[in-house]
């Protein structure tokens, strides 16, 4: 989620990437070294183990990280946050729900510990959170009303009419139609998906822009709407565009974010974790994709 800058399958967008300042730079080259003292205001993986706690955000966002109704965190990023918690001996999670513009904030401010979003990994933000190796990986899609009656199945059609799309406050969308040339008074920004459905359904937008996983989540929970059929994902620079989601930390978070890392990729390596990414409507595809990129190289927008 945030595209700007990527390259590769990832999109390059090198066109509208106005610039890589120095401390994306060194965020990246801090990030590899080893042994490096956190500040004094840093939680520690030993100063969480004797709180007894470890307070994880999500954005209320289908199906990478919510609360369902009963206050019960649900997603791929909160299931595995689960599983790798529990491994790093944490016997407690503090869940907090917010809105995704407001989870790199609330890092920043020391809110919370760790972000289990299935954020995308992109160079802007590497130069202001931390983020672990990949846990997903996702492609895009769009929710329109019943019917489709405007036939939109691709982000470029907005390019090429007056029809309005709705995103996300804070997600990838916006970099995405920004680089296909779509006006910005044609976009409709919303706070949250669980606006989407209304907002497509009243007309207010011909379409709501998400990636696929959400589109089709939020389709089955309305008959007033449906994911778009025959979706053809965004080109850039000619290349399909593709986000690879992380759990994201405060920028002097080593030691966590390396023991997160460490538990993540033993994970990964089980059925369990393929059992998760399935349940939540993550295709074999997704799930492979996200082997096949680093933090390093989608933090660097290289190959």
Not at 95 to 101: E, K, R
Request: hydrophobic share 40%; with cysteine.
């Amino acid at each position: 989620m945030g595209a700007s800058q990527r390259k590769g399958v990832v999109g390059t967008y090198q066109k509208i990437r106005k610039w890589r300042n120095s401390a994306l730079c060194l965020a990246i080259a801090v990030f590899a070294c080893v042994g490096l003292a956190p500040s004094a205001h840093t939680a520690t993986l030993e100063h969480i183990r004797e709180r007894g706690v470890i307070r994880i955000a999500v954005a209320n966002e289908i199906p990478y990280g919510y609360m369902d109704l009963r206050g019960r965190p649900r997603g791929v990023g909160p299931e595995v946050a689960i599983h790798i918690v529990k491994q790093l001996g944490i016997p407690k999670i503090e869940w907090i729900s917010t809105t995704f513009s407001a989870l790199i904030p609330g890092l920043r401010a020391r809110r919370f510990d760790m972000v289990a979003a299935e954020m995308a990994i992109l160079p802007q933000r590497c130069g202001h959170v931390l983020f672990s190796q990949p846990n997903s990986s996702y492609g895009e899609g769009l929710l329109v009303a019943k019917g489709n009656p405007s036939n939109i199945n691709s982000f470029e059609h907005f390019a090429e009419s007056a029809d309005k799309v709705a995103i996300m406050a804070g997600a990838d969308q916006l970099e995405i139609l920004q680089s296909l040339g779509v006006p910005h008074e044609q976009m409709v920004t919303i706070s949250s998906n669980s606006d989407a459905i209304s907002t497509v359904a009243t007309g207010r937008a011909a379409a709501y822009a998400a990636t696929s996983a959400t589109i089709h989540q939020l389709a089955a929970k309305d008959n007033r709407v449906e994911a778009a059929a025959d979706f053809a994902d965004p080109v850039i620079d000619g290349e399909p565009v593709r986000s690879w989601g992380a759990f994201t930390f405060n920028s002097d978070s080593f030691e966590l974010v390396n023991a997160v890392d460490e538990e993540l990729r033993r994970f990964k390596n089980t059925d369990t974790w393929r059992q998760i990414m399935s349940r939540y409507e993550f295709s074999d595809l997704d799930a492979d994709e996200s082997f096949k990129r680093t933090r390093e190289q989608l933090c660097s927008a290289s190959d």
